[in-house]
């Protein structure tokens, strides 16, 4: 097959910088899938497909520069989400791209669920408060498996001391935020939804980092207790990394 649209496999996986056995390790778990003319003849890769993956070696050092920044720009299109709308249509794309990955049938409608939580509590909790830039970013990488999305917006701390006027800090907050039911959150009563996450990255093959002004959470499958410690730098918004 000879097409300047097209690319062999050892091209592909130059472009990449990964192995050629790690190409057909992909194509058949799903990953990413090869062109062949025959179910004997060469793999082939679509150059646009590989190309589009390039940018997104980066993705959650992107969202965290961006997170973290004084005065950043938007990022690019494809990771910006400035409505709920526009969050919930991409996610639907992703569930549709999780859903052709071999190994992930019975996992995936989890994952696009605890990450349909954790997006939507940006839009939910920062509705006519966002302290400069409004939306979300929401980026992820198939080959490395990985899900991001950060805000710029009150961070957990802020928003749970409406109700929560005596936590002390971003670490008590994000202890509350993942393990205590929340009868009543001013103005609705919604909240529990980080619980739910926890829930589903401690039963299944998965793991959650998860950061709040100056604390981050580390969680995994059979984890007895959440991992909560002091960071830096410190940043008024939050930000999710979901591996699976």
Not at 35 to 48: A, D, F, L, V
Not at 151 to 158: N, P, S
Request: glycine content about 6%; overall charge positive; some cysteine.
């Amino acid at each position: 097959m000879k097409n300047q649209n097209f690319l062999t496999i050892r091209e592909a996986a130059k472009t990449l910088g990964v192995s050629i056995d790690t190409l057909r390790r992909w194509d058949k778990k799903g990953i990413l899938r090869s062109i062949r003319p025959t179910p004997t003849s060469h793999r082939y890769y679509q150059k646009e497909e590989i190309n589009n993956l390039l940018p997104r070696n980066d993705i959650s050092n992107l969202a965290k520069n961006w997170a973290v920044s004084q005065k950043p720009p938007l990022p690019q299109q494809e990771n910006y989400c400035e409505t709920s709308d526009v969050f919930n249509a991409r996610l639907e794309r992703m569930g549709r791209e999780l859903g052709k990955i071999k190994g992930l049938e019975k996992t995936f409608p989890l994952i696009v669920a605890i990450t349909g939580e954790i997006g939507n509590n940006s839009f939910n909790h920062n509705i006519g408060n966002w302290p400069d830039t409004p939306g979300i970013f929401f980026g992820y990488d198939l080959l490395k498996r990985q899900i991001t999305l950060a805000d710029r917006g009150q961070g957990l701390l802020q928003t749970l001391k409406r109700v929560r006027p005596l936590l002390k800090n971003d670490e008590e907050a994000l202890q509350t935020a993942f393990t205590e039911f929340i009868s009543s959150r001013a103005p609705e009563d919604r909240g529990n939804g980080l619980k739910f996450v926890k829930n589903v990255i401690m039963e299944n093959d998965l793991s959650l980092l998860f950061l709040s002004g100056d604390a981050e959470l580390h969680l995994k499958k059979n984890d007895k207790k959440i991992n909560i410690k002091e960071t830096t730098p410190c940043f008024h918004g939050c930000m999710a990394v979901i591996n699976f």
